[in-house]
């Protein structure tokens, strides 16, 4: 098969095994990953900027959610789609036939792979993601934001409270007033869409950004830093000796109101 759609596909693309580690929200190791990736770089289709463009939520976005949340008097909830970009299918006419990486133990010699899925590597992958992610939330009901791509709300329960949801690549965030939507959004999402999601409850760090959340009996406050991306950055360009000198500005001085002449 694969000498038959040679003329069409190419050459096999080549794949390699990748290990990732994954850091907690002090940036010390947390778990390691393995993924078979493709080299796209030698991807024969010439595909555009917008071919292959995936939104995603930007910390603004997110900052907004959670101010949002804390309006409410909720906290934010996590979740981790899992291998995301082997969770949607490749359209028709846009094939790919790959090698498998070398010295793998699980193909015999001269075994080519013909996916059905997209993979890490492909280059619109990220693009073939977010529209699966994209279609099933709206298949659920929900509305996605006119101005920001990767924001999305409405209702899974009718008559209740609406859920938000916040997308970046494979991880989201979501609230609602009740437990019972939150609940809901759960079930659906993962036994009727049948999406591998991992529900992670409430995420202790996202995008970079550490999170800390109290609950009192009639607020909730969540206080958010960036220390970890600070102390990498001071390290990584060798600040840790430097001179601190004191900021002119006051705390808590409203430089707003000095008086002018």
Known sequence: EYQQLKPKLGHALPTIALATIKPDEYGKPQRA?????????????????????????????????????????????????????????????????????KDCPFTPPNTYLKLIRTLYGLKRSPRHWYEKARATFIDMGLQQCANSPCIFSGTVIKGESPIYIGLYVDDFIYFSKSDEVEKEFEQVLQQEKKMLVDFTGEPTHFLGIRIETIKEEDAVTIFLSQETSIEALIEELQLEKANTPNSPYRSSYPVDKIPTE
Do not use: H
Not at 47 to 55: E, G, H, I, L, R
């Open 33 to 101: 990953k393995y993924r078979i990736c493709v080299l796209g770089n030698m991807d024969p289709n010439a595909w555009s900027k917008n071919d292959c463009f995936a939104p995603v939520m930007t910390q603004m976005e997110f900052r907004l959610l959670v101010a949002a949340a804390v309006q409410m008097k909720r906290s934010v909830k996590g979740g981790d789609f899992k291998q995301a970009f082997c969770q949607s299918f490749l359209p028709p006419g846009e094939d790919y036939i790959l090698r498998p990486p």
